[in-house]
């Protein structure tokens, strides 16, 4: 039993000596199947275009960067003050919207590419266009902080695009900021207006009521004969239309008849309305609010961008370590093979 074992680790040893000496043998195959695959691999990696990278990252704005969308809003103005959150959100949904992307792809992407390349499908060409134009979230740690990525052949147009679709991002939020803001006060200078002019009706009915009342206390002083006050009255003229005196015609009918002319000759109300300059002077700020956009700032730019230097892909040192061992594995597969033909063939 002993020695059955003794033959059997020294016939395997023996096939394993052969086999290394049958390779060994094949070396200069070995070596010219991995030569042969490296200089592919090398092919690849010197003739392939190069992929550059530009990454841009964003974070929300300052106070000041949106201070202008909030002039003549908060207390008393009946308009709520717009947050920091609040607009970079706007710029965030712009930023993420399919809208965006498609008139970027149509508007840059496209009229970028070769003849040839635009011959493709346009789906194929938009999947393309969305590998190599990725916005991604902070995560957890910064969830309001977004990164834009931007893949292509040259370096200096992927930096260039990654700031015009931010660019083009900003410019949505803030006119659809504007509209909103300059919507608001629209809607609020109308209601002002209506309010004014509901106290200018009010205010001449009022006028018109109390010449009324004056003419029929000038009917009752002239049959009386009474031409000015009584002695002992205490009524004086008053010409404003706020007065609720039922004794009138005490005054007498020069001062009545003096009172009636100047009510009716009256060109305007507004003198004797109470609060009205106040509501005109908030009229005319609501109905000729203008944001500038210069002035806002939805979003800031975290660190600065530049151009690219080395390109992302091909890693021609990978890829010419990667084509050496598999070279050297299909070198010594084929002489394994080989070496197994050759001693069976023997057999």
């Not at 016939?11 to 070396?27: M, T």
């Not at 920091?84 to 149509?106: A, H, P, T, W």
């Not at 299909?330 to 080989?338: K, N, Q, T």
């Amino acid at each position: 039993m002993q020695s059955n074992r003794v033959d059997s680790r020294g016939a395997d040893e023996i096939d394993l000596i052969a086999l290394v000496r049958g390779l060994w043998a094949q070396v200069w195959l070995i070596l010219g199947v991995a030569i042969l695959v490296t200089a592919g691999a090398a092919t690849y990696a010197f003739l392939s275009k190069p992929v550059y990278e530009a990454k841009l990252f964003i974070i929300p704005p300052t106070q000041n960067g949106i201070a202008e969308l909030n002039y003549g809003r908060g207390k008393g103005s009946e308009l709520e003050l717009y947050s920091i959150q609040q607009v970079y959100d706007v710029f965030v949904r712009n930023l993420l919207g399919e809208s965006l992307r498609q008139k970027f792809f149509n508007d840059v992407y496209l009229p970028s590419l070769d003849e040839s390349q635009r011959k493709g499908a346009l789906d194929g060409l938009y999947e393309r266009f969305s590998r190599e134009l990725v916005i991604k979230g902070g995560g957890k740690d910064a969830s309001d902080r977004f990164s834009i990525t931007v893949q292509g052949g040259d370096p200096i147009r992927v930096t260039e695009w990654a700031k015009v679709y931010v660019q083009r991002a900003s410019e949505a939020a803030e006119l659809e900021l504007i509209k909103n803001v300059t919507t608001e006060a629209s809607v609020r200078a109308r209601n002002l207006e209506q309010r004014i002019i509901s106290l200018r009706e009010t205010s001449q009915r009022i006028r018109e009521d109390r010449i009324e009342q004056l003419r029929e206390a000038l009917e009752i002083a002239e049959a009386i004969g009474l031409t000015t006050p009584t002695i002992n009255s205490s009524a004086a003229v008053d010409i404003t239309v706020d007065t609720g005196n039922k004794m009138d015609y005490q005054r007498g009918s020069k001062a009545l008849a003096a009172e009636v002319k100047a009510l009716e000759t009256r060109a305007s109300d507004d003198a004797f309305i109470s609060d009205l300059r106040s509501l005109q002077m908030r009229y005319g700020f609501y109905r000729k609010l203008n944001v500038d956009p210069e002035s806002i700032s939805v979003y800031r730019q975290d660190g600065s961008i530049k151009v690219p230097e080395s390109p992302i892909k091909p890693v021609k040192s990978m890829i010419l370590m990667l084509g050496l061992i598999a070279g050297l594995m299909l070198g010594v597969f084929i002489a394994l093979v080989r070496f197994v033909l050759n001693r069976d063939s023997v057999k």
